[in-house]
């Protein structure tokens, strides 16, 4: 178990920016940025980022369809904590919605930047040991079913005391909502290749995350 708590953390303006289609050019830019820079003091003292991975190999009862062929399944849990969802949902409440807008974009850029950071450890590991990975598996995402998520919390759990406190609900989304889960299969016969999240296999062809598809890179 690979537990990474991510003191240091930097959000992409642009990309934030982008996610809430504001340009420079836009009507009202300049009282975005008012509220970007605000909200992210905001931001520093409330998140509790967190990474946490598992590489554990494959079980009999581990079945699916990305790791069939795979002798181990590496479980990946990220999160930037409860309180950043209470305080988006506060501001819609009493009707600030650009604060909980703009907000909620940034939360969403530092929750995938944590998640490919997740990702270059887990890469690292897998050349390590001579293992190659499959593609990120996101549930959600592929027609993957979200109920893999209370899977991957299990065996994140598993021996450890609930290490991971996250609540599951009826329909699978994950309590903090600003929390994500993945895997990959990793085999020796698999091409070692850095897969953070992948676009092309996704369904949502309007998504603000598409134009700024995963760049390749490690983190060492």
């Known amino acids: 178990m690979q537990i990474m708590k991510v003191p240091q953390w930097n959000i992409d303006k642009d990309k934030v920016f982008h996610r809430i289609s504001c340009k420079p050019s836009s009507p009202g830019y300049t009282v975005v940025d008012q509220h970007y820079q605000a909200l992210l003091k905001e931001l520093k003292k409330m998140a509790d980022p967190l990474g946490i991975y598992k590489y554990k190999k494959r079980g009999v009862e581990d079945s699916n369809e990305g790791i069939d062929n795979c002798s181990y399944v590496v479980y990946c849990f990220v999160s930037i904590g409860k309180e950043v969802s209470d305080r988006i949902q506060h501001y819609f409440e009493i ?6 807008t703009v ?43 979200l109920r893999l998520q209370k899977e991957i919390i299990m065996k994140l759990n598993e021996g450890e005391e609930n290490l991971i406190e ?3 609900t009826e329909g699978f989304m ?13 085999d020796k016969n698999l091409p070692l290749t850095l897969r953070n999240h992948d676009c092309g296999g996704c369904s949502r062809k309007n998504c603000q995350f598409r134009f700024f598809s995963s760049k390749m890179k490690l983190l060492v």
């Open 95 to 100: 009707g600030s919605y650009l604060k909980a």
């Open 174 to 186: 994950l309590d903090p909502l600003k929390s994500m889960t993945f895997m990959y299969g990793a």
């Open 166 to 168: 996250v609540k599951i």
């Open 103 to 145: 907000l909620d974009a940034m939360a969403d850029e530092m929750l995938f930047s944590i998640s490919e950071e997740v990702t270059n450890h887990v890469f690292s590991e897998a050349k390590e040991r001579l293992h190659g990975l499959t593609y990120k598996i996101e549930p959600g995402q592929r027609d993957i079913p």
